[in-house]
């Protein structure tokens, strides 16, 4: 038998569509100027604070959604569900053990490829984020692409699609959406610009001639 919370939360028709909507119109809406600036330039400005605003666009949704299915009830269910940390033992092994395990398979790749060890007085910093130190860039890090984004990609649209689809597709739809929901940042973050799509739309400005990226002085982030 459904929770109450369960209840609340069940999907109303259409309650997939509000939350994409609100999620892109939200984030493409604050990334706007700094597609239009980036249009109009051949040299990229340094990323402005405005950039990590956007990054709450899949919560607003999630939460637009949930009171569309629900009203206050169902946001405040949704919360309940998305944020709780009511799991069994072995998850919380994966937990901790996963970020210990992430960083020494990065910090032993990039030693193996530059041919040295890492700098460490520079991990955890941006040059989006200049002057700050790793506690403050941590905390932004966690409420934009935690909170903001993975509140609504992981707490409300997968679990909403893992009810109509299994949870491969459910899991491989949701990858989807949050690579087209990143289109702009191909347009003006130089980190999504020294990858794939990034690399061909610079050479064009470049006359065609190929482009190869800069060499980070500092952690590039999201």
């Known amino acids: 038998m459904p929770s109450a919370v369960d209840t609340a939360v069940a999907g109303r028709r259409g309650s997939v569509v509000v939350y994409l909507v609100v999620a892109f119109g939200f984030t493409w809406l ?13 040299e990229l400005p340094p990323v402005p ?21 629900g009203g206050w009830r169902g946001v405040r269910a949704g919360a309940l569900r998305t944020f709780s940390v009511r799991f069994r033992g072995v998850w919380w092994w994966w937990a ?5 395990a992430y960083f020494l398979i ?10 040295g060890w890492p700098d460490m007085t520079q991990f955890g910093l941006t040059e989006k984020l200049p002057g700050w130190n790793v506690a403050a860039v941590a905390v ?29 597709w459910a899991a491989l739809t949701v990858a989807g959406v949050w690579i087209v929901w990143h289109a702009p940042a191909f347009v003006f973050n130089p980190t999504y610009r020294e990858m794939g799509p990034g690399i061909i739309w610079r050479s064009r400005e ?3 001639a190929m482009h190869s990226p800069r060499a980070p002085s500092k952690q590039r982030g999201h």
Request: aromatic share 14%; net charge neutral; no cysteine.
């Open 96 to 100: 901790l053990g996963m970020p210990i």
């Open 49 to 69: 604070l405005i950039f990590f605003v956007g990054s709450f666009g899949p919560l607003a949704g999630a939460v637009a959604a949930s009171a569309f299915s």
């Open 140 to 168: 932004v890090w966690i409420l934009t692409f935690g909170l903001g984004e993975e509140a609504g990609w992981r707490g409300w649209l997968l679990p909403h699609l893992a009810e109509r689809l299994s949870t491969f």
């Open 30 to 42: 604050v990334w706007a100027p700094l597609v239009v600036a980036a249009l109009g330039s051949t």
């Open 206 to 208: 470049r006359g065609g």
């Open 106 to 115: 990065g910090y032993l790749t990039a030693a193996i490829v530059a041919g």
